[in-house]
């Protein structure tokens, strides 16, 4: 009879597992097998702090609702959805505009606007105006691209915060034969993440303040194309380089201009972007998207 010791007992479980039928659930499992035991044996982990992290995980599953996900913020805040977002993009069949979070506030039920429309509510002096080209990686335009965008309202919440039955500062936009897309909204403000659940106490009891810089969310897809998923992020916030969520990256931070003369309304202060997608490839089919409406995923955990 075996008797395991804490250099032994990898290979044990390895050797058990070896008979999963499925290689990539194979390699990943044995991959996460070894680096956990790994970490236990690194911080020779006590059995009060193997409990506590139980504990800290049920409260995380605990806090998940069709309008939160805990385990995604996790993810966030430890920066592995931004890793899996830049291993994502790596595999891009060409060079495109990079990925940034998806975040906990995207919600599949969006209005449709018209070119140029105004998309917060409450628009008053703030208002900015956002366009720019979507292209394919040659600079060719990419008409009738689909560009969804959601952001805070002026007061730095989303409407899901504010009022969750009514959509605002959100909108899906065409882009026209050029390419071109065109919106109004306003300016929107960094805010904490939901900092009231287990994740936002991980993050308070490790020091750090918990802030994302200002930034507009963008979703844009075509066929033929691979999806982007990505945001702007406003130059001058104070929080670019500690974004909580790591999530703000130097080649997404864009300068509001005044009197820009390439902007098609008016002179209101405005924010040029030109977006280039990849070409989809085979993998892309997939699914490529770190992050997801939450109560798609409440969903697919009930069935
Ligand atoms: C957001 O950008 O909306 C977000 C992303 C990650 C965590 C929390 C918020
Ligand atoms: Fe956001």
Known sequence: MREFTPETITEAVLDQMSTTSDPRL??????AVRHLHAFAREVNLKPHEWIAGIEFMTRVGQMCSPARQEFILLSDTLGLSTLVNTLHDGTAVEEATHTSLLGPFFRENTPTFEAGA????GAGQEEIVL???????????????????????????????????????????ST??????????????????????PVGQLVSAQGRHGMRPAHIHFLISAPGFRELVTALYLAGDAHLEDDVVFGASGDLVVHERTGDPACPIGDLPSIRFDFSLSRE????????????DPSAIMAVAAE
């Open 131 to 173: 366009f720019g080209r979507v292209t394919n990686s040659a600079g060719e335009a990419v008409p009738h691209a689909k560009v969804t965008v959601w952001q805070t309202a002026a007061d730095g919440r989303y409407d899901l915060q504010a009022n969750p039955d009514e959509t605002d500062c959100r909108g899906i936009f």
């Open 26 to 31: 194979r390699e990943i499992m044995d991959s």
């Open 176 to 197: 026209d034969q050029n390419g071109v897309y065109l919106l109004r909204t306003v300016r929107p403000l960094g805010y904490y993440i939901p900092m009231d659940g």
């Open 281 to 292: 490839s085979e993998a892309d089919r997939l699914g490529g998207r770190v992050g997801a």
């Open 118 to 121: 105004q998309i917060a509510r």
